[in-house]
């Protein structure tokens, strides 16, 4: 039931909520292929906001503050018609790792990545004049400003980034909020933070 994992409904998106459901259904069956350990499962369970994070004993003071408190970069983001040539000087004269493409009507369509836009020029499996898409992740992370440093810290021990989304004022045919992207957070931005307030 969802009471075992302590899981609030009521405060979790639909989507979350279908995704523990399929997670009950075949990574809990005995026989499932899927089923995971329980260290697995929990840490599953607190990327997908759908269980509370412990404090690590010992310390874990930045722990609930919001991810709204680091001071992230202005975002940067490409368009799916950018080339790789294109997307390789972007990353050089800004000095990022990453970036998100965005469509004309700014919705995510993945992110292209300095180490694996480099890993398939280099054996040949892209060039310069090819599209930006066909280089790109299209599985990442979101994660909202209000998501607690505690979660995003679960979240980058498995991703190396995720990105921030923020809700907007519009809303799409379907009366839902649409959101936008606000900036991609990493562990040296998590890191910098926690160091910088010990040190004052």
């Not at 519009?170 to 931005?189: F, L, M, P, Q, Y």
Request: with cysteine.
């Amino acid at each position: 039931t969802l009471d075992l994992y302590k899981v609030s409904v009521s405060r979790v998106p639909l989507h979350a909520v279908s995704t523990y459901l399929f997670y009950l259904t075949f990574c809990e069956c005995p026989l499932s292929p899927l089923r995971r350990t329980k260290f697995v499962d929990d840490q599953w369970m607190v990327c997908e906001g759908l269980m509370d994070c412990e404090v690590p004993a010992g310390g874990g003071w930045w722990w609930s503050q919001p991810l709204s408190v680091l001071p992230l970069l202005p975002i940067i983001t490409v368009g799916e018609q950018v080339t790789c040539g294109e997307a390789v000087k972007l990353l050089q004269e800004k000095q990022i790792d990453q970036v998100p493409i965005l469509t004309d009507n700014g919705d995510v369509l993945g992110m292209v990545t300095l180490s694996n836009l480099t890993t398939k020029m280099v054996r040949g499996q892209a060039n310069t004049s090819d599209p930006v898409t066909s280089v790109s992740y299209t599985q990442f992370r979101k994660v909202m400003p209000n998501t607690s440093l505690g979660q995003l810290s679960k979240i980058l021990e498995k991703d190396h980034y995720a990105i921030v989304m923020h809700d907007s004022n519009k809303r799409d045919a379907r009366g839902e909020k649409i959101s936008t992207v606000g900036g991609v957070v990493t562990s040296i931005d998590l890191l910098q933070y926690i160091s910088s307030q010990q040190q004052q």
